[in-house]
C-alpha cells in the first residue's frame, strides 16, 4: 500500500471513529444523565450565515435556519474530527497511527478543545469559553471531557485500525 493511500485510510478511520466514540459519550450522558450534547445543526446555521458576513451570533438559536442545516451540522462534526485526526497525524506522523500511544492521544483531544472555546462557542453566541452560558464552568467541563474522550477515540480508532490492518 503507498504512503499517501494509508495516509488517507488511517486519518479518514481515526478521525470517524474518534467522533463515534465522542457521540457515544454524549449518547451515554443523555440517557443516563439527561445531559443534552451540542445540536450540530446550530454549527451548520452558523456556518451559513458567513456568506452573509456574519460570523457571531448573539444566540444562534434565534437566526434564521439554513437549508438542511442537521444533516450539514452531522457532516461537519465528522468533517471536524477527520482534520483533527490529520493534524494529529502532521504533529507525531504516521509511526504513531502504526504503533499508537494513549497518552499523546488523549493531550491532543484535550487540546482540540481551544477550537470551540475560541472559535465555536463565540461564534454561536456562548461567549469565550461559554463565558455567557448559565454555568460557564459546569460547560468548560463538559467539553474538555468530551474532547477527552475524543482523544481516546483517536487512540481506540488508531489501535484497532492496527489490528484491522495487520
Given at each position: 500500500m503507498s504512503y499517501e493511500?494509508?495516509?488517507?485510510?488511517?486519518?479518514l478511520a481515526t478521525g470517524i471513529g474518534?467522533?463515534?466514540?465522542?457521540?457515544?459519550?454524549?449518547?451515554?450522558?443523555?440517557?443516563?444523565?439527561?445531559?443534552?450534547?451540542?445540536?450540530?445543526?446550530?454549527?451548520?446555521?452558523?456556518?451559513?450565515?458567513?456568506?452573509?458576513?456574519?460570523?457571531?451570533?448573539?444566540?444562534?438559536?434565534?437566526?434564521?435556519?439554513?437549508?438542511a442545516e442537521n444533516v450539514l451540522g452531522w457532516g461537519l462534526h465528522y468533517l471536524t474530527g477527520i482534520v483533527f485526526s490529520a493534524v494529529l497525524l502532521g504533529l507525531y506522523g504516521l509511526e504513531w497511527f502504526r504503533n499508537p500511544s494513549l497518552f499523546p492521544a488523549i493531550i491532543f483531544g484535550i487540546a482540540t478543545v481551544v477550537v470551540p472555546f475560541f472559535i465555536l462557542q463565540p461564534g454561536l453566541g456562548a461567549g469565550i469559553a461559554a463565558s455567557k452560558t448559565p454555568q460557564p464552568?459546569?460547560?468548560?467541563?463538559?467539553?474538555?471531557?468530551?474532547?477527552?474522550?475524543?482523544?481516546?477515540?483517536l487512540y481506540l480508532s488508531a489501535r484497532l485500525l492496527v489490528l484491522i490492518m495487520a
Amino acid at each position: 500500500m503507498s504512503y499517501e493511500i494509508e495516509y488517507v485510510i488511517r486519518v479518514l478511520a481515526t478521525g470517524i471513529g474518534a467522533t463515534i466514540v465522542m457521540d457515544l459519550w454524549a449518547l451515554f450522558l443523555r440517557r443516563c444523565f439527561t445531559i443534552p450534547s451540542l445540536n450540530y445543526a446550530m454549527v451548520a446555521r452558523w456556518i451559513g450565515h458567513f456568506h452573509h458576513g456574519k460570523f457571531q451570533h448573539e444566540n444562534i438559536a434565534k437566526a434564521q435556519a439554513v437549508y438542511a442545516e442537521n444533516v450539514l451540522g452531522w457532516g461537519l462534526h465528522y468533517l471536524t474530527g477527520i482534520v483533527f485526526s490529520a493534524v494529529l497525524l502532521g504533529l507525531y506522523g504516521l509511526e504513531w497511527f502504526r504503533n499508537p500511544s494513549l497518552f499523546p492521544a488523549i493531550i491532543f483531544g484535550i487540546a482540540t478543545v481551544v477550537v470551540p472555546f475560541f472559535i465555536l462557542q463565540p461564534g454561536l453566541g456562548a461567549g469565550i469559553a461559554a463565558s455567557k452560558t448559565p454555568q460557564p464552568h459546569i460547560a468548560r467541563l463538559r467539553s474538555v471531557a468530551a474532547h477527552a474522550v475524543f482523544g481516546l477515540g483517536l487512540y481506540l480508532s488508531a489501535r484497532l485500525l492496527v489490528l484491522i490492518m495487520a
